[in-house]
């Protein structure tokens, strides 16, 4: 395609010249398809075969519409319009799956095409290949994956008389003699390719094939869990809970689109307040939709659904492979699986009748897409409760500014608090320890004196830490280790970024350079650090804390837990596993310990750098710091041994890491909200990253300027007052995996439409042959 975003191609619907369809279209078929396929009708969310120019290309149909409808797209000539050639599958999603699609073109400024995939099923490469049969068929994972194909005698099977030469179809023949049936890979296994025999066969009805779907188990999500009767196991609701619940459950009966955030602490009994509200919408036939952060979605997370609603549960997540997400969609598809439990992917199974849907953890930054089309799953779920007469639970320890924002203002928006423990037991205590403190009198270690101690303590006794390394892998700044200070850019308010390069500070935001001091600029301190130390240093140096450690063996594990260790499938879960199992010992690891864990015998919690992220060049940082202190802090103490908390910073006195410890979010808000005001970032604004990358430096750089150009352009022509559009500048990570990035920063009102100016912009453009854009709308790292 040369155009940066596409639209939809339009046919005629064969046989019927008073019908067309808007068609997505997706790669080009390797072949011309014949006529002899199954006849299937032209319905929306069929793949279909179309022709394009001199070749033929795989689509999908939006809609179909009546020609005399008058509302042919623009500059479309009925006349002129080709026909389909041929409908190659069942619809994969129905209207509403297309106008969803539509809208996350639109809301989120992206290729059609990349927005109708979500909706077709996983791995559903859009290829076309002639079946064994003579008929086209798109390539299914179904028969990519697990070849379900079976054989068994036909009506003309007894009286079949092999013809000489053809020992493949006698031996099919004979394979059936013995055993009845075959499976057609297991035929081929063993005698070589059979299809040709096997379609020869089947012309003279001496054997018939069968598709035996299988249901391939999922496994490591926790299919086998048991069905119980709902009141057998459900606890009686807290006050709180059931308040809670009532409000869904109104919302959802209300059908209007509404939104409930449930704001309560770790262990607050969130999770049972979406299972008692779904119990209400399915005895209402209706189904609900849950969505759980990929790496908290665990078989302990699944077996509480399945515990509760048996084999009505379906589960779809990425770390399945394409086959298993594919029985799983069809489960769907058939109308059985009543409630879906999954990644943001979720969203896009055909699921019918959602009454309600579920976002956990819905603060969690992995619900927003990272590639084309990068939309968020909260205001997805949002738009779809509304199109489909649904509601949709939000729920968090720690909701974003955003949601707390929309609750204030939003009269659709309802909260319902949650802040005690369902079992009664107290929050855990969290105690600050200054570093820069310990550093003035003579420590050196990233451990603390009262870490040390309290390592000492739990361990000796035969408990259980977790210890967090905050961490950002790639953003160094720089940090006085006598005073705290942290150099920022005074127009953004962000934190500047060293380079090593040139030994320079820059900020990601408006571009602003400045050569790295050499003492610090507040306290004369010669001690500047640059900050980014890895979970492996940190390892080595507590092995050696505990190896002198009295009481403590030295074979207390350390488990530690990193996008190194956690790469392979099922790594996370394996050692999340070891911890749970092990008596004495220390689980260290990045931010991703925050997540999925859930373990009652943890008695110390401890970050060793809570700082980190308050230096990390985004207009969250200071969000993120509260929330990731506050989610870490809830891990502890969670049964009958209390919890100790302890927060290392350099930052004494930072307002989020303080408020997060006294569990005070209005202080938190009261200093942050007043600052997103002022700076104009969000709930107070709209924005949009419009990004450029590509192989080349100067070509990149020089793409971005004409992109910058062209976005003020277009924001002149269709935003307002109060828009603005930010010099192009390198992005936080200006160079990944050999590919430059730069990135111009869009800002408009609160509550503007910025597509109103980027669409204009992406559809006028052209694509350049070497630099690729693309717009972040809401961008979640800006
Ligand atoms: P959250 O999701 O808010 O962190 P959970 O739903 O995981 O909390 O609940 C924490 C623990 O409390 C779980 O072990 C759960 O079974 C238990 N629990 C939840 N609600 C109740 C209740 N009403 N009475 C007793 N225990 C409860
Ligand atoms: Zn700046
Ligand atoms: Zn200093």
Redesign the pocket.
């Known amino acids: 395609p040369t155009q940066a975003l596409d639209a939809p191609y339009t046919y005629v619907v064969p046989e019927s010249d008073a019908a067309y369809a808007p068609v997505t279209l997706f790669d080009e078929v390797d072949a011309a398809p014949g006529t002899d396929g199954e006849e299937l009708a032209v319905e929306v969310g069929c793949a279909v075969v179309v022709p394009l120019g001199s070749r033929k290309v795989v689509g999908f149909v939006l809609d179909v519409r009546d020609l005399d409808e008058g509302d042919a797209p623009d500059g479309v000539d009925p006349a002129r319009l080709r026909p389909i050639d041929a409908v190659a599958s069942k619809p994969y999603f129905n209207e509403e799956g297309a106008a969803c699609a539509r809208w996350i073109a639109d809301r989120y400024i992206a290729p059609l095409s990349a927005c109708v995939r979500l909706f077709t099923p996983p791995g559903a490469v859009p290829k076309m290949t002639r079946s064994p049969y003579g008929a086209w068929q798109l390539v299914a994972p179904e028969t990519q994956e697990a070849d379900d194909r079976w054989i068994v005698p036909g009506p003309a099977f007894d009286d079949f008389q092999p013809r000489k030469n053809a020992a493949k179809q006698d031996a099919v023949v004979s394979a059936l003699k013995s055993g009845g049936e075959a499976k057609v890979v297991e035929l081929t296994a063993q005698v070589g390719a059979v299809s040709g025999a096997i379609a020869a066969l089947e012309k003279k009805g001496v054997v018939t094939v069968e598709h035996r779907r299988r249901m391939r188990s999922v496994g490591d999500a926790g299919a086998s869990a048991a069905p119980v009767r709902p009141s057998a196991s459900a606890?009686?609701?807290?006050d709180d809970?059931a308040r809670a619940v009532e409000l869904v459950v109104q919302a959802s009966r209300r059908g209007k689109g509404e939104a409930v955030l449930v704001d309560?602490?770790?262990?607050?009994?969130?999770?049972?307040?979406y299972l008692r509200a779904i119990e209400d919408v399915l005895a209402h036939g209706r189904t609900a939709c849950v969505l759980v952060p990929e790496i908290s979605l665990t078989p302990q997370t699944v077996g509480?659904f399945r515990r509760r609603f048996g084999d009505k549960v379906a589960v779809i997540h990425s770390r399945m492979s394409p086959g298993e997400r594919y029985d799983q969609w069809d489960f769907i598809k058939s109308g059985l699986a009543r409630v879906v439990v999954g990644a943001r992917s979720a969203l896009f199974t055909p699921l019918e009748n959602v009454g309600l849907y579920v976002i956990?953890e819905e603060h969690e930054g992995s619900y927003k897409q990272d590639s084309a089309p990068r939309y968020h799953a909260r205001d997805v779920a949002l738009w779809m409760a509304a199109r489909n007469g649904a509601a949709v639970v939000l729920?968090s320890?720690t909701p974003s500014i955003e949601t707390l924002h929309a609750c204030a203002k939003d009269p659709r928006f309802h909260r319902a608090l949650?802040p005690r423990?369902?079992?009664g037991r107290p929050m855990p205590v969290v105690q600050v320890v200054d570093m820069a403190k310990e550093f003035g009198s003579g420590s050196r270690s990233m451990f603390s004196l009262a870490l040390k101690r309290a390592l000492e303590e739990e361990l000796s006794a035969g408990r259980k830490a977790v210890l967090m390394l905050n961490q950002r892998g790639f953003a160094k700044f720089l940090l006085c280790r006598e005073c705290g200070f942290v150099p920022e850019c005074p127009s953004c308010s962000t934190s500047l970024t060293y380079h090593e390069r040139g030994a320079e500070l820059a900020c990601h935001h408006c571009g602003r350079r400045e050569p790295a001091p050499g003492r610090c600029p507040e306290c004369g301190s010669p001690y500047l650090k640059k900050f980014g130390a890895g979970t492996q240093r940190v390892e080595s140096e507590l092995r050696g804390l505990l190896n002198e450690m009295e009481g403590v063996g030295t074979d207390v594990p350390i488990i530690r837990m990193d996008a190194d260790t956690t790469s392979r499938k099922g790594a996370h879960q394996q050692l999340l596993e070891t911890f749970a199992a092990a008596d004495a010992a220390v689980l260290l690891g990045t931010q991703m310990i925050a997540k999925g864990l859930?373990f009652d015998d943890v008695t110390l919690v401890g970050v060793i750098n809570a700082d980190t992220t308050l230096h990390i060049p985004d207009y969250r940082a200071s969000e993120r710091t509260f929330s990731l202190v506050e989610q870490v802090a809830?891990r502890a103490g969670?049964a009958e041994l209390p919890g100790c908390v302890l927060v290392q910073t350099y930052e004494g006195d930072s307002v989020p890491i303080r408020a997060a410890a006294a569990y005070d979010r209005a202080a938190f808000l009261k200093d942050e909200l007043p600052k997103r005001r002022l700076l104009r970032y969000p709930p107070y604004a709209a924005m949009a990253n419009v990004l450029v990358w590509g192989k080349n430096e100067s070509e990149v750089a020089a793409e971005a300027e004409a992109v910058h150009k062209a976005v003020q352009t277009s924001v002149r022509d269709f935003g307002g007052d109060g828009w603005s559009v930010l010099p192009a500048v390198p992005c936080v990570l200006a160079k990944l995996r050999n590919t430059y990035r730069w990135h111009v920063v869009v800002r408009a009102p609160a509550g503007e439409d910025l597509s109103r100016a980027l669409l204009p912009f992406m559809r006028r453009r052209r694509a350049h042959p070497s630099v690729s854009v693309a717009v972040d709308v809401d961008p979640f790292d800006v």
Do not use: F, H
């Open positions: 606890p009686k609701l807290t809970q309560g602490v770790t262990g607050s009994g969130k999770t049972e307040v509480r956990d729920g320890a949650l423990r369902a079992n859930d809830g969670r």
